[in-house]
């Protein structure tokens, strides 16, 4: 493992120190057109360490010479629109995914008009990560499972069931005030979930637990001999059949 990160951490990411941006590669003219999302990339998936001010360079450099990335690209503009709080932006990029999408069976084709490959999986799996890492606003990291919603677009509610960490299974519902988590299924260790302002809640199967909406992760719980404040507990059952994970986004 530790050879990976070494092979890692010498990775040569091109950066402009002068604009706070970065290139596509060493001697990359700026306004030169892309196929697809490709830099912007570095913020999500790779989590790369870099200011708001350079995330928001990125997505607006390459947003303007993309013209017609193939139907994945928008989503992961999208997610990093929400990433730096921008909705508004965030919105318009997020519904120029449907461009991609053909009836009467709702599939994805690779580009707008039609052309390409249809059926077009890659794309709809950019859709998705745009709820789950956009709206949802997930994010594993070595030690949480991190998230921080807003609900997509004309929307009241998302749900997003089945969503495994450490071996347990989670349901998470969010609507504009407030947040639902359930422990569907025990994993190989306690799970609690740690609020912004630090406030911390174990989480227990079959148990649905209601607090304010707000940025927060789950996390493994170590071992404690004093006890914790009794959460405000739902009990809804523990009969939800999970198959993977599930989203469902209820429009006003």
Not at 216 to 228: F, G, H, L, Q, Y
Request: net charge negative.
């Amino acid at each position: 493992m530790q050879n990976y990160k070494d092979i890692a951490d010498k990775i040569f990411i091109p950066f402009n120190e002068t604009g706070q941006w970065h290139p596509e590669f060493e001697g990359y003219e700026e306004g030169t057109e892309v196929k697809q999302a490709d830099v912007i990339l570095l913020g999500y998936p790779l989590l790369y360490e870099m200011s708001k001010e350079t995330r928001k360079n990125d997505l607006n450099i390459y947003e303007k010479v993309t013209p017609g990335g193939p139907a994945m690209t928008w989503g992961m503009f999208a997610i990093g629109w929400l990433e730096i709080g921008n909705i508004q932006k965030a919105k318009e990029i997020f519904e120029r995914q449907f461009l991609n999408n053909a009836g009467p069976f709702n599939i994805w084709t690779e580009v707008a008009d039609g052309n390409g490959a249809v059926n077009f999986i890659t794309g709809m799996g950019g859709f998705l990560q745009s709820v789950i890492f956009g709206y949802g606003g997930f994010r594993i990291l070595p030690n949480q499972l991190a998230f921080n919603c807003n609900l997509p677009p004309d929307t009241n509610q998302l749900n997003i069931y089945g969503l495994d960490y450490l071996g347990g299974s989670l349901d998470f519902n969010f609507t504009e005030f407030d947040m639902m988590i359930q422990l569907t299924k025990k994993g190989s260790v306690d799970l609690k979930i740690v609020l912004s302002n630090g406030q911390t809640h174990d989480l227990r199967v079959g148990q649905t637990l209601q607090l304010q909406r707000q940025k927060a992760s789950i996390e493994k719980m170590e071992r404690k001999t004093k006890t914790t404040t009794r959460p405000n507990y739902n009990t809804y059952g523990n009969d939800c059949q999970k198959v993977s994970v599930h989203c469902h986004i209820y429009k006003t």
